[in-house]
């Protein structure tokens, strides 16, 4: 049996919402309702808040496509034109993200690093397909809860401008123990505050092999290390407080995709 878009239409709002508001509506956690075009079909009073809206009028205005300067000025609320770019670019790998939770009736998991009112914070998204009873996908129903990565609660903070004893932001390369280009300070960074090498990569937008490959001829070389080991490097590169040393230019939002079999086929160069 295949929905057309008016019976699905019919059954989001005539049986998810209505059960949304009984089971999630004014419960402390943070859920939103999209239809599968993306729009916002309802939202949590905890994902309101979180938004800062106040009426209803503007949940149908908020979707990950196509995001204008105006809608992250008015729904993220930051006042750092830097991040604005990264926020747009971040909104649009969510939609794709939505995307292929319709297409692949799959639930996708994401961490998400990206400031509302100026504040960074760490936050975990689930996006679950919403089913039909004939098997046809008819929305996605998100789920954003906090969440704590490695040392990422420092790191975050620095990006806040706020002092921190744990981590600092390095804008010359040549202050390192060890010179390193500003790429593999990336890497090395990124890898020893415990990201995979797939999610540094992505965040990197480097593929994993041209990862891999600076690590197993550039990095190991350089450190002491004889063939390729990314453990013992991380273990050196912490000893020498590599970790504690943001590369200024990865000092920007961004989301990681934790779902590596959908990172490669969708998202890797």
Not at 54 to 82: G, L, M
Not at 90 to 102: D, F, P, W
Not at 144 to 163: C, H, T
Not at 236 to 265: H, Q, T
Request: glycine share 4%; proline share 4%.
């Amino acid at each position: 049996m295949i929905l057309t878009e008016q019976e699905k239409t019919d059954y989001l709002h005539n049986v998810v919402v209505e059960q949304f508001k009984q089971l999630w509506l004014n419960k402390t956690i943070s859920s939103t309702i999209f239809d599968t075009n993306g729009h916002v079909v309802i939202m949590s009073e905890q994902a309101k808040s979180e938004f800062g809206i106040n009426s209803n009028a503007d949940i149908s205005k908020i979707s990950f496509y196509n995001p204008t300067v105006e809608d992250i000025a008015k729904f993220v609320a930051i006042s750092n034109p830097e991040y604005t770019e990264s926020i747009m670019q971040i909104s649009l790998k969510q939609a794709k993200l939505q995307q292929i939770v319709v297409s692949e009736k799959m639930p996708l998991n994401f961490i998400s690093f990206v400031p509302r009112y100026n504040q960074f914070k760490a936050r975990l998204i689930n996006y679950l397909p919403i089913f039909h009873p004939s098997g046809e996908v008819v929305g996605i129903q998100s789920f954003a809860s906090q969440f704590n990565l490695f040392g990422i609660n420092e790191y975050l903070d620095v990006l806040q401008n706020k002092p921190s004893s744990q981590l600092e932001i390095l804008s010359n390369e040549s202050d390192l123990p060890l010179k390193l280009a500003k790429r593999q300070h990336e890497i090395l960074f990124l890898l020893a505050i415990g990201l995979s090498q797939a999610n540094a990569a992505q965040i990197l937008n480097i593929s994993r092999g041209a990862l891999a490959a600076v690590v197993n001829n550039v990095l190991c070389p350089k450190f002491g290390i004889n063939g390729s080991s990314t453990k013992i490097l991380i273990d050196k590169a912490v000893a020498m407080n590599y970790n504690k040393y943001i590369p200024k230019s990865l000092c920007k939002p961004f989301i990681v995709i934790l779902d590596i079999n959908i990172l490669e086929k969708y998202f890797m160069p």
